[in-house]
């Protein structure tokens, strides 16, 4: 089974959860950059304000989700929504995505980002993970565990 781990990360926690989910499903990695800038403080507050929102953005990625039998997507929890690189990725690839699980990183809370992605998808994922920053590597190590079982 072909397996394609997309996720967007500003700061390196979904990227590290991304890696140890294709580290154990043997699958393939594709970073979604945001081409608006998100760092300092102007970028964090506009970061917030643009996911609460539900804007779109300009996206780069490199691989087409069309290959894959299953496409894993992880966004950031940005104000309990998911990023609108994320959101951008999922309304660019809806037809092409097959099967899709997701995942988010966050602080504490992450409310509605889940729920989100399955919305715009328009299909239910076969699984689902938040990930807290405290236990990030035992979080993303029990879903792709738990993954790597529904998909035999
Ligand atoms: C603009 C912004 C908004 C955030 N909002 C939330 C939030 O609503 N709930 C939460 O638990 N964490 C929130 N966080 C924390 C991030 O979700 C968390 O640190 C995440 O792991 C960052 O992922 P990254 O390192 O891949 O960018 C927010 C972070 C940013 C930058």
């Not at 081409?35 to 990625?61: P, Q, V």
Request: proline share 3%; charged share 30%.
């Amino acid at each position: 089974m072909k397996i394609l781990v997309a996720f967007y990360s500003r700061s390196g926690n979904t990227k590290r959860a991304a890696g140890i989910i294709a580290k154990t499903l043997g699958a393939e990695m594709d970073e979604i950059i945001d081409k608006k800038n998100r760092r300092g403080i102007l970028g964090f507050l506009r970061a917030g304000y643009d996911a609460t929102r539900g804007k779109t953005t300009e996206i780069e990625f490199h691989k087409d989700p069309s290959g894959y039998d299953l496409v894993v997507i992880g966004t950031p929890t940005w104000n309990g929504r998911v990023t609108p690189a994320v959101r951008t990725y999922l309304l660019k690839n809806r037809e092409k995505i097959g099967r899709a699980a997701f995942f988010t990183t966050c602080a504490g809370r992450s409310r509605r980002c889940l729920a989100q992605m399955r919305e715009i998808l328009g299909k239910e994922p076969m699984k689902e993970g938040i990930f807290y920053v405290k236990s990030l590597e035992r979080d993303a190590r029990e879903f792709a565990e738990g993954l790597k079982k529904l998909v035999g």
